[in-house]
């Protein structure tokens, strides 16, 4: 037993673990809460009117709250990756066996249920905590719990998803060390698209999400598992148009700019996609970057393959790399190049997902240093570009076209022709107004 862990052992029992404890601790709303049973057997939990629902360890069902009730366990590396392990659950598992199979410190701490009240609360004096999990809470630190820990992959996910989430905390230097080692032994390299595409849209919805890839910059992760991106850093842009400068530092200006604007996932993955052609600019031409917006929208898509990123996600942030440029200089388009951009961005027939990308291109224009609050009229104009063509009643327009004798692609001219004259007719009063 590590340093710190207690002379005797809890042999029995039923204990509310992890973030739950955590998180109240914290004085954080507890939204899912979680229990270890100790010194019971798989039957035992069923006899109880357990409902089993564990996969590849014992994992029951309460048959009232439905909370998520496991069996103690261990875990011992078999193979390579995040899957790659014997998993022992037995009723001679201890509680304090089970802590330190956990990843970081401050999710190792158990109150008894006993000692816990229906509404979740307890006394922080009789807490079970082995590894000093709450003085790292008070010491705002990230912390792994064992060398254990090194056999698990994702948790170098985890651990970024979390210096995301809990912004005042900082990632242990042992723990960065540690990393940086299962990095360089390559075992990152076997994590599945899906894991790693789960941790990183987690730690996108963070209060903070330009922290997950700091830390994952930190050991070398980013490297390996999104080069695309990693590569940003140190790419120059004209401190003209953007005064912090470095690429990378901008995109993550984007994405926490998103954050603050609580914007939806394919937003955020739409802001730290948008720019990734930058880092395949020739260096002689630098800090211009001529074209890139073509170049970020090829990479994307094989980053979406790779990570088998969802439609959603994949096709809005596909539009804001294409069109950030062209929706960020519309403020010169007259009616007809502004139909056409909104045609090229599909907004006729997809009006939502357009004002995503106009979400995401506001945060792209604000996520530049000192620009913070900076006023994004495109978002404006466009959205009523787009009102605008909507209100045009095509079905009429369709008729009266046909009675003249037009037919096929020659319909859609006239259903063009009178958008273009909706928006020309109705922009500037929309915009007075």
């Known amino acids: 037993m590590p340093a710190g862990s207690p002379a005797h052992t809890h042999s029995t029992g039923t204990f509310l673990v992890g973030g739950a404890v955590r998180d109240a601790l914290l004085g954080l709303e507890v939204k899912d809460r979680d229990w270890v049973v100790v010194g019971s057997s798989p039957q035992q939990m069923l006899d109880a009117g357990y409902l089993a629902v564990g996969k590849d360890f014992p994992v029951f069902l309460h048959p009232r ?20 392990f014997a998993v022992h659950a037995a009723p001679d598992v201890t509680l304090e066996e089970d802590l330190a199979r956990r990843d970081l410190t401050i999710n190792s701490i158990a109150a008894r249920a006993d000692s816990t009240g229906a509404n979740g609360t307890f006394d922080a004096k009789n807490l079970i905590d082995p590894f000093s999990g709450q003085a790292d809470l008070q010491m705002r630190v990230l912390r792994h719990v064992t060398p254990a820990f090194r056999e698990d992959p994702v948790r170098i996910l985890r651990v970024a998803r979390f210096a995301a989430r809990f912004t005042e905390f900082s990632v242990a230097p042992e723990t960065t060390a540690l990393m940086q080692t299962m990095v360089e032994d390559g075992e990152v390299d076997h994590l599945v698209p899906e894991r790693v595409w789960q941790e990183i849209a987690k730690g996108l919805m963070e209060a903070r999400p330009s922290r997950m890839f700091e830390v994952l910059r930190s ?29 990378g530092v901008h995109v993550m200006l984007v994405l926490d700019r998103a954050a ?28 211009r970057h001529i074209g890139h917006e073509e170049r970020s929208a090829r990479l994307l ?55 995503a990308a106009l979400l995401a291109c506001k945060c792209d224009a604000q996520g530049r240093l000192g620009l913070h609050d900076a006023p994004y009229p495109q978002a404006q104009r466009l959205g009523q570009a787009l009102d605008l063509a909507l209100a045009v009643a095509t079905d009429s327009i369709a008729a009266r076209a046909i009675s003249m004798g037009a037919t096929g692609p020659k319909i859609g001219q006239f259903i063009q022709t009178a958008r273009a004259e909706a928006i020309a007719a109705g922009l500037p009063a929309a915009i007075a107004a």
């Not at 261990?74 to 995040?82: C, D, H, Q, S, W």
């Not at 991106?229 to 470095?246: F, M, T």
């Open 219 to 247: 050991c070398g992760a980013l490297k390996r598992l999104l080069p695309e991106l990693d590569r940003l850093w140190g790419i120059p842009q004209s401190p003209e148009h953007h005064p912090e400068v470095d690429t």
């Open 301 to 355: 898509k094989g980053v979406c393959q790779r990570l088998r990123v969802p439609n959603d996600c994949a096709e809005l942030a596909d539009v804001v790399a294409r069109e950030h440029g062209n929706i960020h200089r519309s403020g010169s388009l007259n009616a007809a190049a502004l139909l056409r951009l909104l045609e090229r961005c599909d907004a006729i027939r997809k009006p939502e997902r357009f004002r």
């Open 260 to 287: 603050q604007l609580d914007a939806p996932l394919a937003v955020r993955f739409a802001c730290l996609g948008h720019d990734l052609g930058k880092g395949t600019t020739p260096a002689d031409v630098l800090p």
């Open 65 to 84: 709250t439905q909370e998520e009730y496991a069996l103690a366990r261990t875990e011992r590396k078999t193979a390579p990756g995040y899957k790659g």
